[in-house]
């Protein structure tokens, strides 16, 4: 069984400061998705990451994969107000008998303070 | 394009009632998903569907029903609604050559 963990599950940060939120999963997989969630919201993609190695980049937001060790981190850099949300990662087992259903993190409540 | 509809946005049930939630896409995508958002709990998938007619259970199938009779349309029943079924429900779509699935605006219901 697929188990996917996000740490932490709460940061609450200063703007300007950077961090990381750390995503790990128990069985091989190369395919991991970001999304960020505002209250009250649905989900909105991140980040699509799809081969070891990967690497994306958008804003303040840096998302990379790393198949081997099983992890995937979203660096915040110099984060500002806007960026407070709830962030989840989800991992896709691939194969022909997957059909893209996706196992996700508890999700991290991200608080970003002056 | 609407892109992924769900209908009620907001729903209050009694207990042993039931209810049925829709889904609809309008981008011929082949996979849809039904999920339930708990606190503290992520995402947990209740059945998808792969095609016109056919579904699977997910991780957290009992108390649902599913149907998929149209492409474009994903039904989720709740036969008898429990408290424990209280959550947000989300639907979600992806075509066969897509890797992102594609949420809907979330239905939040709550038994009483």
């Known amino acids: 069984e697929l188990k996917v963990e996000q740490n932490p599950l709460f940061l609450s940060m200063q703007e300007g400061k950077n961090y990381t939120i750390y995503c790990n999963y128990s069985t091989t997989s190369d395919r991991l998705y970001w999304y960020r969630q505002d209250p009250g919201k649905s989900l909105e993609s991140l980040f699509v990451l799809l081969s070891n190695g990967a690497v994306k980049q958008e804003g303040r937001l840096m998302a990379s994969l790393d198949t081997k060790a099983r992890l995937s981190t979203l660096h915040i850099t110099a984060a500002v107000h806007d960026l407070s949300a709830t962030y989840f990662c989800a991992v896709d087992i691939p194969g022909g008998t997957s059909y893209g259903k996706l196992t996700f993190g508890q999700g991290t409540i991200l608080t970003v303070h002056p | 394009n609407a892109g992924v509809t769900q209908t009620p946005k907001f729903r209050v049930l009694k207990t042993g009632q039931s209810m049925t939630l829709l889904c609809a896409q309008d981008m011929n995508h082949e996979y849809m998903y039904w999920y339930r958002q708990d606190p503290g709990m992520g995402l947990r998938l209740i059945h998808y569907?792969?095609?016109?007619?056919?579904?699977a259970k997910g991780e957290v199938p009992d108390g649902y029903n599913v149907s998929r009779l149209k492409k474009q349309n994903f039904l989720l029943g709740l036969e008898s609604a429990a408290p424990s079924q209280t959550s947000v429900y989300f639907c979600a779509s992806k075509g066969v050559s897509y890797n992102e699935q594609f949420f809907g605006p979330g239905t939040r219901l709550t038994v009483l």
């Open positions: 569907s792969v095609g016109e007619g056919t579904t």
